[in-house]
DNA sequence: AGGGATTGTAAGCGAGCGCTTAGCGCGGAT
DNA sequence: ATCCGCGCTAAGCGCTCGCTTACAATCCCT
């Protein structure tokens, strides 16, 4: 699975072969169809098990707090901290959904609206609350994952800042993006 | 071209074949190189006008006002925008990078870099004049370009807001982010 | 009207793809 | 001591890929 991951990652699964990956493992072709039914079915498991981690940070950081301010603070922080440490798996986990085949796609499909929803319900309430002042909670929630899911595209090793700085600094931003009083 | 941007769009550049191209272009698969020399020189042909177009969209906006408030607002509201409207070539510009040989990759990055030097350069602008205040003007501006990137990914034509709606918004979002005075 | 350039087609080549088959070595339960 | 089953390899099958070749129709310029 790692070296799936790794070579996902760097090449995208179409151009990725099955050879490549059991190079990269140290193995012969064959010896991935003994983990995995298909060059697919790897891909599920990798993006299935991201999935399910990036859901558990932004639903961990959710529940952290009562206040939603803070609550989206921690939300942010961790998301994009996540997609920093984690970038090989972030960018398999965000890029390459459409190779996935559409029952698969289904499933992590749903585990991102789990996703989405919990930004997007945060948002509101901030808004009732009187914390955030945005035009569309749908629309800012929208912008608040961009920010996340676009640093799988361009963070790597050799960033100089690490995750938890970067996440830092992204939380910033996104208080002051959601007009968060006193941020 | 078309064919191949509406193709590479959907499919992603790996996964579509020479034959799912000409079949869009109402052609057969030979039809392909009397035009193009190489599948990868139709890619780099679409990416190369696209980033072009992207550039050129940016800087117009930020030559429209000497104020780096509302050139920032331009630049967002047209970047935006712009990927939006043209998710189909946006996709392709944002996405398939990657797929590009060396030397085409180089030329292209270079277009990218221009973009992203007009916006750091407006951000550290604003911030010396007083007009924006963010820790770190390349951060800011990383996020700022996210914004505009991850649309290319979300949207579709039956997305409920139109391009410019869209810009408007995301142009606000944007400006709060970056801490700007009366917004 | 003639003729080269342009734009297309039908057919197919060599290579590399995902995946299968047949069989081997070895750790652990009996 | 035996032997089963798991994890693996070598070899290769059938297919589709990007691209080429040989040739035909059409356009435009004189």
Redesign the interface.
């Known amino acids: 699975m790692l070296a799936g991951v790794e070579s996902f990652a760097q ?5 990725t072969t099955t050879r490549d990956i059991a190079g990269s493992a140290g193995m012969s072709p064959a010896a991935l169809y003994v983990h995995f039914p298909s060059k697919a079915a790897l891909l599920f498991a990798i993006s299935r098990s991201g999935h399910e981690q990036a859901l558990a940070v932004v639903q961990e950081a959710a529940e952290s707090t009562d206040s939603p301010v803070e609550a989206m603070r921690e939300i942010v922080e961790r998301f994009v901290a996540w997609h920093a440490r984690r970038h090989t798996v972030a960018r398999v986990v965000q ?1 390459e959904l ?2 996935l085949p559409e029952r698969e796609y289904e499933i992590v499909a749903n585990l991102r609206r789990d996703i989405e929803r919990i930004v997007r319900d945060l948002v509101a309430r901030g808004v009732e609350e009187g914390a955030f002042t ?3 909670p749908g ?2 929630a ?2 608040l994952l ?2 996340g ?3 799988a ?2 963070y790597s090793d050799r960033s100089r ?1 690490t995750p938890e700085v ?1 996440g830092k ?2 939380g ?3 208080l ?2 959601l ?1 968060a009083a006193r941020s």
Chains 1, 2 share one sequence.
């Open positions: 090449r995208g699964y179409h151009a890029y459409g190779a945005v035009a569309d629309t800012a929208r912008a961009s920010l899911i676009d640093v595209r361009w800042k970067l600094e992204y910033q931003l996104a002051r993006m007009g």
